[in-house]
């Protein structure tokens, strides 16, 4: 069997436990610059009346689960749902983005 050099694998587990950390923050410092810049576009937009926000035609619909086991669906007509021009959501709206790819929504009763 092949031993292994318990200084070594100190050292090993010394530089991962680093790198890790070092990699988680920066992740969060990316994370942290993006959510400001697309705060401060999103500012920029309204300050300048520049559209920052859309509207999508949303279609909802409820999924009320019966008790012979089947599945009611009571679909509602389709609505415009206001949204924003931005990554992140901002002023109570979803972002455009988001309900482009998410235009059915659906709620388990």
């Not at 990699?23 to 309204?46: E, H, N, P, T």
């Not at 300048?48 to 279609?59: D, L, M, Y």
Request: glycine share 4%.
């Amino acid at each position: 069997m092949l031993a292994v050099n318990p200084v070594l694998s100190k050292g090993i587990r010394h530089r991962l436990k680093r790198f890790v950390a070092g990699a988680l923050l920066a992740v969060l410092c990316v994370s942290a610059f993006a959510y400001a810049v697309d705060f401060a576009i999103f500012r920029y937009r309204v300050a300048a009346n520049r559209q920052p926000f859309g509207q999508i035609t949303v279609s909802r619909y409820d999924a009320v689960q019966q008790k012979s086991g089947k599945t009611q669906f009571i679909f509602q007509p389709p609505e415009a749902q206001t949204c924003v021009h931005a990554l992140f959501p901002r002023a109570g709206c979803a972002p455009c983005w988001y309900l482009q790819r998410h235009t059915e929504q659906r709620t388990d009763i």
